[in-house]
């Protein structure tokens, strides 16, 4: 209806039917997981919150289910520990749940398992509000324990939680996590120095959770106790969890607990913090905060400063992985490691920080303590949520303040902090409306930040588009109170794959790297690439010093370094390990121990001293000591060392800023005291030092800094007394080597009547030494004795130049001993030259007491000075024994703090009755200038040091602590105090530097894989004992352990890597069936081989996957369980493999184990797997017979060929078809895939072949042996080519019925010998089985390699009397040749059977006979009763020994045989616990000694080749004649003493030459039958071992005068340089792939003129040539060869481009001008000067800002004004906080106090600050200059002189350095680009894409490494290669006969070749010819036909060229 009037009208339907004809959409707004259809699709949640249209409908995340984020339905926590001031303000637990949903949700809080007074109640939560529990707070964790304490909420839809732990003055909030995002891997973090302790807690979140705990490894000392056991650095102990249950760890040291990781084989919730501590300040408070799992962690992050705060926060950033670099925005990137190794900064107040890191980390901001009234705050700890985790959304609560100081009626002032997109900061509602707010951007950012103040109820933020996420904060403050958390994020796991948009098909690789949050599809976020820069490092020179000589005298000079490297460390540090060693006298006094404590360049420092492990007593004391005092520390003399001894009685000591320590061994008339060396200067190599012939012993002790350190000593020979140390039952004497396992704080005493200088220590992670004597006289004919000691430098730190002092006041002399670091060290002194020729040794001279020396030599040397003993006639000479190491002069400081020793009272009985002298060498021109106490030093007689610039003297000074420094600050000098009693003296240097200026040789002895340098060359087990030159060096195997010399240095086996054994980093294995009464899990064990190691477990195929991480120290063994669904079953294939990786190499053991049927296995690496296997198992078995073949690479294919016993039937169904006797399952695996087969007949003997390497699993499901007592067998197969000829059986313990044997042939007409027993013959695939008596020990050889396998006959339970428990158990025994030197296991434990408890063990050994008094078991000495083998040298042994893990090794490193067997009641296992896998044929020829050999070179006929092309013609194929069959057979070889070099692939190069010339030399002198090369591929040459595929063509003769069967065989062999092969394994496959082509020329023509028709063709000229030398005539064809590349060597280097670096000068300046653009705010900033900022001003260019500065007093009102918050963020903030820090003294003045002082820097030199060219800085009495980095201070202390990097390393670059000035660059020569990443590598140009014109137009380029090619693929031919495998099949011995029987190039090698043979080659030349002649008019009349068809042909060669898979076509092909 409608009307219309003038100016009016109206209008309406006047009706209509309302039928619901559409659905009804009825949410207006998503919410993520709401439950909801918001897009009326008729679907919920169906959608990805990821920005990603998962349901392909356009729309993107319009109805999203939640990711894993903080909301959630249930959650688990703990309130950890809380201490407040004010025992009444002990409030509940608070909990607060708020939702985003908009309906009503009910939550529930109960405590489970907490019965005492369990606590439970729900509430309903209304959409938008907050609701809050109080919880008991008896619920609160208390110390380190296993509690119940755990708080279970759970709610109807998801919530957000936040828990309060509150008392008076020490409360915080965490953020809760729900227990779907919850994991199993996390790390701890709290703040320290704590007040009180750090701690963590750990929830159980399901039953059977095994928690690992794995303590971090600090600076400082951590002590964790639990159940009664105390854990330290590094240690990791394991906590059982049910659900509920909740355990916390406390340190009861105040150590520092950050880093600790937390792993679980179920989901746990970790808390952590502290539970009270102050943060840089002294108000204190409670910190905690639910750790995030390291899943959840990212790589970007925003900070915020906290409000209202001028103090900075602190941060602390901890890695998820190691080598993680971390960018913080504006400063430079550092690195940042896991546990301990993490970073920390303060940033200041007003900075917003952008975080950037290359791998996952936390970050973790606290705030810091109140400082006044006008700052309220308190500590708290806030997680900051990375970037990818940011959320949408946040509701919540603002805590309740306690009361605090202001009382109940005050609150927390409430700041709410957001970091934004800036494009997004306008779309934020808060509480209902559009946030206004005011945002700073933050730096190299579009992100933005603020924080405004929100008051104290329930509140919610969000933004309007659901894909913009943010981060929020939160945080309160009130009087000595806070709190601080984020109010939410998202915990999903970054580790998997980013989302991929199904919904998008591209056909282009798209690669992101963008590490910000998912912003809206409008928003683009921009990031600034961060390029990570090498820090620079300073070098400090090592030259010796200028000699001048002139034919009359010799004057040599010796400079001291002008600047300190502060980089290098010295005797002052913050961790120190002391030993007293031993001290005994006739009277004893019982002295306490003394410890002295100094400092000198610090206000303050506090000192803990303690003893970590010794407990009787234990000593734990502390004190603070200021500067340039001395603070003593004593405690009592039972932590003296007594003997030789090994105990814990290593003494700690930790301080919080440097300090020097020394310590005092006293007794009355025996006394010495030492300098202890900081924990950062000890090393890993030293020599020991004592004085001899001795009164008493001589000695040395040894304390061990971290656990799993192993330590060597080898013992001198001296000429005197022999070494005699007795030690754990045997004597070790004269050149013996005794090798220790030493944990944290374990020491170490030796003691001998024989002098021990020169003993040489050596260890695999850094220790403490100290030596000396028990008591000694100096000489020995006078009466006086006195204890001697100092702590050892080690070998790193020695020099080469010394300077000595004679103690002053004594006539006698002083003894000094010079002992050499290194062999054919040459010393100087006092015009006398002596060598020292070995490494150890020592010069021994007496030096009068009015001589002061200048020593010289041309190695590192320890110079060692000893005060002789008092005279008996002398009353003024007061003396007796001391020892001195004096520092040499490279090492001398600037400025000692020291002191002198209270005297015992001795003779005289006076406390002070020591005469103490300072003993001093400085250069001659700053010698009036040392300020002792800060007073002058005046009245020294100086004496000059001949033949230097220095000048020697000594000062008395009275008892007590001193402090000396030279006036100006780049003086060094050598200071040492000497104190002289009656009968009494001490002596010690009294500080040194301890720059590690020598390599440092860690080993005296070589373990094959032992982790260390062992010859002292930078490189760890850089040879495999293989007979190779693996590391390209000119040696083979320097040292092979072989006894021999065999590199001519003097020294044997010093570094060799141990052969493939069964330890490794990757395993894959499988469980096959078994049958029992209880289906237990299946048990892995794993060892570490010599390295910590942490032991990944994953099913990668199978589901539900199971995955486990754990760590496992050095010693230990750890047991994994597994699913008992994973074992396999039937015959098929299956996905039930398990995945084990570890970060080192590792041993494995796996158990399958029901309940009466149980065997175990060990496992082998696969880099040991092969290709051919047999199978065994023991028949007639009571149930089948199986084996198991595992995938390690996919598309694997396999053959089993059933054997065909002697009796019975063999049957398998498999794939519908049952296969018997003989018959051949052939089948296809891939990685992970398990194929089982199981038969009723005996498997033994059926063969396993595959195309790659597998690992295969044999035995039976469970079967009786003999009696009737069954169990399962298993051993993991080893591959054929590693089995052996030569074995030791030893019978099965406490048995009587004898085992039985099963041996195993490879290869037809096996012999076996059995000694005592007989012989047998065997065949291939074939088995004898043998019993052999319980009593009998046999050796067992064969003439071709066989298995041999014993089996544990059943127990006989049917007979009541039958006192044997047993089961069946199998064994594959290891050939002598397998036998390894160490191994480390673990036994395995009882299923339970009959009996219940558990397996007796016993470990069976057989060793050579000469070599069995040096095996260790356990860390001791191993001398059990030994049987001998009959008819060897072996002899052997069966030991019962504990359930648990053990570890034995030979100390010589000779190999031996180690089985465990276990037996309980009806159940056993049995295994060999390791053995090598080597390939025996591949063997190594006895070795000779090269030193002892003359030169015999053989006359060598060689032939140079001239490859001048990269690609020669193939020949073409040709048909065998019936004699002779032309083989081709594709071959691996490697090269020794190769150059190997970049252009060593790059054809026409002299390094590509030497390797053809090697390759032609090495087939011509071993292979008579190879006629030449069919391809040649260079690219896997690699510089440590120089391989090279060939695929030679081999003339075999035929005898069966047939036609060749026309099948492709692949025959894979490897060949060595001795001149074996192996692997001689044959499989058909279709096609042979070529890589590159090298066609053999007519050198295998007629002889004479027909050998110089070839190189005259096309073929001649590119193909390499075969053997020139069988036609003895052809002279003139080699000289076809002569046309060598040339033209293809790389050109020059081209010389980088002049550096303009000088504008670099200048770059320093930049920082200020980042001030100066503040300079505008300067009128607003009045108060911020206060006066001293004023001098700031001048450094910045911003001139007018600076004028205002003295307008500063005005400023105090400032505040008031709403404006002030603006100020603080601009220029007045950064005043302030230097305002603020002056009155805490902390950063005052760094030189001593006094009012003297004159600031040289603020007057100017030639108009520079000082003099100086860049940097002035003021010190008390003096200054120093300092330049900018890549500059050097010139002599005159002032300029400053450019660094040439390139000096150092080539400046690390990988092709040239140029220096500049102040800086470098790096270039690269022709062929390479410099890599834009890191700008020192250098990476191949493509010149092939970048110039397309390279290469003619009827040619193709492709690119090579350094270069390029242009092939011409229109004259190239193909063929087919046929082989002959009838031959191989029935002449197998023919082909490896032929091939060994030439050895040399004689003309006995060519009469290899017959007559009819020389006429078939030329048939097959003229043939050749003719084809090539057809073939090139076909292709001439092709290109005229069709030109548009070879463009073609071109493109499809390079393109298949650049994919990397070309491969020729067929005669068929269409471009054939």
Known sequence: MYGAGDRESYALPIGM????????????????????????????????????????????????AALQDSGGTEFLLVFMENRGSDPVGNFPLELYATTIHSSMVNVSVDTPKYSTNQFTQTKSLQPGNTIKFDIPNELRQFKTGKENKAIHLTATSDVVVYGVNKMRYSADAFLAFPTDTLATDYYTVCYTVPT?????????????????????????????????????????????????????????????????????????????????????????????????????????FITIPTPERTTGDHFRFIASEDGTTLTISGESPVLVNTGSGFVSRTIASNETKHIIANKPIMVIQFVKSQVSNAELADPAMTVIPPMEQYANRYNFLTPKYSGGSAGSSGDFKNFFMIAIHMNASDGLIFDGSKLVASWINVPGTNYVTTSFVVNNAAHTIFHTDPNTKFLGLLFGKADKESYAFAVGQRLQDLTQDAPVDQCVTTTSKVETTSTM??????????????????????????QPPTTT?????????????????????????????????????????????????????????????????????????????????????????????????????????????????????????????????????????????????????????????????????????????????????????????????????????????????GTKITSNKPIAVFSGNLRTSIPSSRPSRDHLVEQIPSVNTWGKDFATVAIPERTTGDVFRFIASEDNTEITFDGKMVTIAKAGGFHEEIVASNKYLHVKSTKPILVIQFVQSQTADTTTEFADPAMIVVPPTNQYLYDY?????????????????????????????????????????????????????????????????????????????????????????????????????????????????????????????????????????????EEIANGIDDDCDGKVDEDTKGQRDNGGKEFVIAYLENRGDTNLDLELYATPISENAEVSIDTPLYSPRFQSTRSVAVGNTIQILIPNSLRNSGTGISLKSIHVKATKDIAVYGVNKMKFSADAFLAFPVETLGQAYFAVCYSPATYLCQFGVVGVHDD???????????????????????????????????????????????????????????????????????????????????????????????PIPKRTTGDVFRFIASVDNTVVTISGIGTFSVNRGQFVQRRIGSTRMTHVTSNNPIMVVQIVISQEVDDPNYSEKADPAMIVLPPIKQFDDRYSFLTPKYSGGVTGGDFVNYLTVAINGSEQNYLVFDGQPWNPIWTNVPDTTFVATSINISSMAHTLYNTLGKPFMGLLYGYADRESYAFSIGQRL????????????????????????????????????????????????????????????????????????????????????????????????????????????????????????????????????????????????????????????????????????????????????????????????????????????????????????????GGSGTTGMNGTMGPNGVQGSQGPQGPQGNTGPNGTTGANGNSGPTGPPGATGPIGPAGPSGPVGKNGDLGIQGIKGQNGSLGLSGPKGDIG?????????????????????????????????????????????????????????????????????????????????????????????????????????????????????????CIDFSVVNTSVVQWVDRYIQNNPQTGAQTRASSSSTSSADMQLLTDTMMIVLIVWLIALTLILLILIVCLMYRRQQSRESDKLRKAYYADGMRRGDFQFPTVSSRYA
Request: net charge negative.
């Open 549 to 757: 000589t002139s034919p009359s005298t010799t004057v040599e000079t010796t400079t001291l370094p002008t600047v300190l490297d502060e980089s290098c460390p010295s005797s002052y540090g913050r961790e120190f390990i002391a030993v007293y060693m031993d001290n005994k006298v006739e009277q004893p006094l019982n002295l306490p121990l003394e410890l002295y404590a100094t400092q000198s360049r610090v206000a303050i420092a506090n000192v803990q001293v303690e003893t970590p492990r010794w407990t009787d007593p234990s000593v734990r004391l502390s004190g603070l000591v200021s500067q340039r005092q001395i603070l003593n520390f004593t405690f009592s003399n039972k932590l003296r060392l007594n003997g030789t001894e090994f105990s814990t009685k290593a003494v700690r000591v930790l301080a919080d800023n440097d300090i020097a320590i020394y310590g005092v061994n006293k007794e009355r008339f025996s006394n010495d005291g030492f300098l202890v060396l900081p924990r950062n200067t000890l090393g890993k190599a030293y020599f020991t030092a004592s004085y001899a012939p001795m009164t008493t012993k001589t000695q040395f002790a040894v304390a061990a800094v971290e656990s799993g350190t192993t330590v060597y000593f080898q013992f001198p020979s001296p000429s005197g007394t022999a070494v005699s140390v007795a030690y754990n039952g045997k004597t070790y004497g004269n050149n013996d080597i005794l090798q220790l396992n030493m944990n944290a704080y374990d020491t170490f005493q030796a003691q001998s009547s024989g002098d021990l200088t």
């Open 517 to 542: 949050l998912m912003t809206t599809p409008t928003t683009t976020l921009q990031t600034t690439a961060s390029t990570t820069t090498p820090l620079p490092t300073t070098t400090l020179a090592t």
């Open 1789 to 1909: 003045p760094q030189g001593p106090p006094g009012s003297d002082d004159v600031d040289e820097c603020s007057s100017s030199i030639n108009s520079k600050p000082g003099g100086c060219e860049h940097t002035c800085k003021n010190t008390f009495g003096s200054y120093n200059c300092l330049c900018n980095s890549g500059y050097e201070l010139a002599a005159d202390h002032r300029a400053c002189n450019d660094i040439d990097e390139c000096q150092k390393n080539n400046g690390g670059c990988e092709g040239s350095c140029q220096n500049s000035i102040g800086s470098y660059t790096c270039s690269c020569g022709s062929g390479y680009t410099l890599n834009p990443k890191d700008k020192h590598s250098c990476q191949d140009a493509n010149e092939c894409s970048s110039n397309p014109s390279q290469c003619p137009s009827s040619q193709v380029c492709i690119n090579t490494d350094g270069a390029h090619v």
């Open 1196 to 1290: 694997t294919s396999i053959q089993v060929t059933l054997p065909s016993p002697l009796s019975g039937t063999v049957n398998v169904t498999y794939g519908g078809q049952t296969f018997t006797n003989g018959q051949t399952i052939t089948v296809t695996i891939h990685r992970f895939n398990v194929f089982e087969v199981q038969t009723e007949g005996d498997i033994t003997g059926a063969r396993i072949a595959s195309t790659k390497p597998v690992a295969v699993f044999s035995g039976n499901i469970r079967t009786a042996v003999q009696y009737n007592s069954r169990d399962h067998l298993v051993q993991q197969m080893p591959p054929v080519n590693t089995w052996g000829n030569e074995f030791i059986t030893v």
């Open 17 to 64: 039917r309302l039928c619901k004809i559409t659905e009804e959409c009825t949410a207006l707004t998503m919410v993520e997981g709401d439950k909801k259809d918001n897009d009326c699709d008729g679907q919920v949640d169906e959608e990805k919150c990821n920005g990603i249209d998962d349901d392909c409908d356009g729309k993107v995340d319009e109805d999203c």
């Open 196 to 300: 009180y302790s750090c701690q963590f807690a750990v929830v159980g979140v399901e039953a059977g959770t095994q928690v690992t705990v794995i303590l971090p490894n600090p600076s400082g000392q951590i002590n964790v106790t639990y159940a009664g056991i105390s854990y330290s650095n590094g240690q990791q102990f394991t906590v059982s969890l049910d659900r509920y249950d909740t355990f916390q760890a406390q340190s009861t040291s105040k150590a520092d607990l950050t880093g600790t990781r937390i792993r679980s084989t179920k989901n746990v919730a970790v808390f952590s913090g502290n539970i009270r501590t102050a943060v840089n300040g002294d108000s204190r408070d409670h910190l905690v905060q639910q750790m995030p799992p390291v899943r959840s962690w990212g790589k970007e």
């Open 1478 to 1697: 080597i390939d025996p044929l591949a063997t190594t020829p006895a070795p000779v000694d090269p030193c002892q050999i003359t030169s015999t070179k053989q006359p060598e006929t060689t032939t140079k080749t001239s490859p001048t092309t990269s690609m020669a013609t193939q020949p073409p194929t040709t048909t065998p004649t019936p004699s002779t069959v032309n083989h081709a057979e594709p071959v691996s070889i490697r090269f020794p003493n190769i150059t190997c070099t970049n252009d060593i692939r790059t054809p026409g190069t002299t390094a590509y030459n030497e390797l053809i010339d090697k390759i032609l030399a090495f087939l011509r002198t071993r292979y008579a039958i190879i006629v030449g090369f069919q391809s040649i591929d260079v690219s896997g040459v690699r510089c440590g071992s120089v391989i090279v595929d060939l695929s030679l063509l081999f003339n075999i003769p035929d005898g069966s005068q047939t036609a060749t069967s026309q099948s492709v065989q692949n025959v894979s062999t490897q060949i060595f340089t001795d001149g074996s092969v192996a692997g001689n394994s044959v499989n058909s496959v279709n096609t042979t792939t070529i890589k590159m082509v090298q066609g053999p020329p007519g050198v295998r023509g007629p002889p004479g003129a027909d050998g110089t028709e070839g190189p005259h063709g096309n073929n001649g000229s590119t193909g390499l040539p075969g053997p020139p030398g069988p036609t003895g005539t052809g002279q003139k064809g080699a000289q076809g060869f002569n046309g060598t590349a040339g033209p293809n060597g790389p050109p020059g280097v081209a010389g980088p481009a």
């Open 897 to 1037: 703090s020291f002191l002198t020793t209270p005297y015992t009272g001795g003779e005289s009985g006076s406390a002070s009755a020591y005469k103490n002298y300072l003993l001093v060498v400085i250069p001659d021109s700053s010698k009036n200038g040392l300020l002792l106490d800060n007073k002058l030093v005046t009245g020294v007689t100086w004496v000059a040091i001949p033949g230097t610039n220095l000048t020697g003297g000594f000062l008395i000074v009275q008892h007590g602590a001193h402090y000396i420094r030279h006036r100006d600050g780049n003086a060094r000098f050598m200071a040492l105090i000497y104190g002289a009693g009656d009968k009494e003296s001490y002596a010690f240097a009294i500080g040194l530097r301890l720059c590690k200026i020598n390599p440092e040789c860690s080993a005296p002895v070589t373990i094959p894989g032992d982790g260390i340098d062992n010859d002292c060359d930078g490189k760890v087990d850089e040879e495999i004992a293989n007979g190779i030159d693996d590391d390209c060096d000119g040696k083979v195997d």
